[in-house]
């Protein structure tokens, strides 16, 4: 990490030998830079614990602060930037995924954090170069980019996720998940403007004798972000309320558990399909009992059924016991074999099938996007180098079609686990006619801080949509989600259980929903345009700062 004019090579005698004039170089430098380095680390820290499980979502804004204050500094330069951003994603990242490393090892943990981080590198090298507003533009382009790259891209960990508890989250009605992030992300880097440039105003008040402190913009930018929240609030209350003439059902979603947790799941799967069926036998117990209301259908977990039950007798049997018992098509997460596999390529789809009593599969939601290093492994004889569990890896394929599936005539649109972290998936199956959303979930790789983060997406998924929103998930946690954010049921975490809720069907479309992609395009625009202009006003990759009065080129933290 690079600063202007550095005192890194003071008192450093000529003929020291190289190595210890190279670790009396490092240890000034790292001095020399302390509370820059403090200021990173306290802002990723911040970041994480901004989602769940700590979900303080208030950190979040802290965390765009104190990053702001750093890449603001006058002595900070290009490599700098680049420096400070790549510590700050890192400290987010290592405490958010360590997930990853209870199931598959601690360097495939590390090395996903690790190019997770270079976004955040990118972005700080490239915020040094203009004007602290335009941060939050970049701060979207960046968030785009790790959704999109390697291998798909790995939206975890987006700002917007935050803040599923923060009265924000309306916003997302509006713009999606970009405008969120970059709404959070401007009132941080704003809130340091004011306060830079009135601590500087109330040092040394002659400076600005011939106009106020440049606080008008950033204090616009707060009151903008604050007018978006007070806008949008209002429709997300009103439909969670349930105060329009939208139709109502019963929908119900079994959470049956697993043995154990962990990769091995596969190996339980008669054990995991029999615990599934048998919750929902209770279920239709507590139907005729009419201690629960008889669900139109039910939903079950991602792999709820490994068990191809198009192929193997025995499992279509005990999936149509269960749908008989309920009275109602089941919506099963299986893995169907596909028709092109062979021994060295045993490809197969994740896919949802609806079940319905007495005649069996019907609809079909193939999951469009695989998860990298766990359904699929890309470049599988370099990776397998790398990690021992690197074979475990599945051969999933891609399947197709717009994501809605039609039960008990209803059209309902199917993300399935992974799918629902990308904008794309659960927009296409609203824009598509679904007027309920089902995120059928395999936790059984999961541990409980990473369920409470999934189940974060699917809120905010809600609010976006202006859709009820049911999770259902192997071991946990399994909920159903109104439209406004808002918990309407949950299970706890490994453990059976079901939910039979009340949803009401919508059918309109958000802002967010046709035209989320716009927006996140102008808000790229805004950040790659700010980069350009500045490096094309300045004529080199560094922002220019003007003094106020007289000189002040040596200012640091210039607005």
């Known amino acids: 990490m690079v600063e202007r004019e550095s005192m890194a090579d003071a008192d450093v005698p000529d003929d ?17 830079r302390l509370p820059q380095l403090g200021a990173v680390t306290a802002a990723g820290v911040l970041l994480c614990v901004s989602f769940p499980p700590v979900g303080w979502w208030f950190a979040a804004f802290g965390a765009a602060a104190l990053l702001g204050w750093v890449l603001t500094r006058e002595r900070t330069t290009l490599a700098g930037g680049f420096g400070y951003g790549y510590l700050f994603g890192l400290v987010f990242y290592l405490p958010l995924l360590p997930w990853i490393s209870a ?52 939206p975890w960990g987006s700002v917007a996720y935050s803040q599923t508890d923060g009265p924000l989250l309306s916003m997302v009605r509006l713009g999606g998940a970009p405008l969120l992030s970059f709404a959070i992300v401007l009132a941080g880097f704003s809130l340091t403007a004011l306060v830079t440039e009135v601590v500087r105003w109330w040092r040394e008040p002659e400076r600005y004798a011939a106009r106020p402190p440049a606080v008008a913009l950033p204090g616009l930018a707060i009151t903008t972000v604050l007018l978006l929240t007070a806008v949008s609030w209002p429709s997300v209350r009103h439909s969670g309320l349930g105060v329009e003439d939208d139709p109502a059902i019963t929908v119900a979603a079994v959470q049956g558990n697993v043995p154990r947790l962990g990769l091995d799941f596969n190996a339980q799967r008669r054990a995991v399909l029999d615990n599934h069926v048998r919750e929902t036998m209770r279920l239709a117990e507590e139907v005729r009992a009419g201690r629960a209301a008889q669900p139109l259908f039910v939903v079950w977990p991602e792999n709820s059924s490994d068990i191809d039950p198009m192929a193997n007798e025995d499992a279509a049997e005990q999936i149509d016991r269960a749908a008989a018992a309920i009275g109602a098509p089941i919506l099963v997460g299986s893995l169907i074999v596909a028709p092109d596999a062979t021994p060295e390529n045993p490809a197969m789809t994740n896919s949802v099938v609806v079940w319905l009593p007495a005649t069996g599969p019907a609809d079909r939601h193939d999951k469009q996007i695989v998860q990298p290093f766990g359904e699929y492994l890309p470049w599988r004889s370099f990776f397998r180098l790398l990690s021992p569990h690197a074979d475990r ?33 659960p927009r296409e199956a609203v824009r598509s006619g679904a007027q309920l959303l089902a995120v059928p979930t395999n936790n059984a790789t999961f541990n409980e801080a990473m369920s409470k983060q999934q189940l974060a997406f699917a809120r905010l ?47 309109q479309l958000t802002t967010a929903t046709q035209w989320g992609p716009l927006v996140e395009g102008l808000l790229i625009a805004l950040g790659v345009g700010g980069l350009l202009v500045a490096i094309l006003q300045n004529g080199k990759f560094v922002r220019r700062r003007r003094p106020v009065t007289g000189d002040r080129g040596n200012d640091e933290g210039a607005l």
């Open 461 to 507: 998924r809600a609010v976006e949509h202006d859709r009820y929103v049911v999770v259902a998930g192997t071991t946990g946690i399994s909920a159903v989600i109104g439209p406004d954010g808002r918990e309407l049921a949950r299970t706890g975490f490994f453990e059976p259980g079901f939910l039979d809720t009340t949803v009401r069907l919508k059918a």
């Open 103 to 154: 199931l598959v090892g601690a360097l495939p943990w590390i090395a996903l954090s690790a190019v997770e981080a270079l976004f955040c590198g990118a972005f700080g090298a490239a915020a040094v170069a203009v004007w602290p507003l335009w941060f939050a533009g970049l701060w979207v382009t960046a968030e785009w980019l790790k959704s999109t790259i390697p291998f798909g891209g790995f």
């Open 393 to 425: 890896a599945g051969y999933f394929v891609p399947g197709d079609g717009d994501g809605v599936v039609e039960v008990a005539g209803v059209p309902v649109g199917v993300a399935t686990c992974w799918e629902v972290i990308f904008d794309r998936a």
């Open 16 to 32: 020291e030998p190289e190595p210890r004039r190279f670790g009396r170089r490092l240890s000034a430098a790292l001095v020399d």
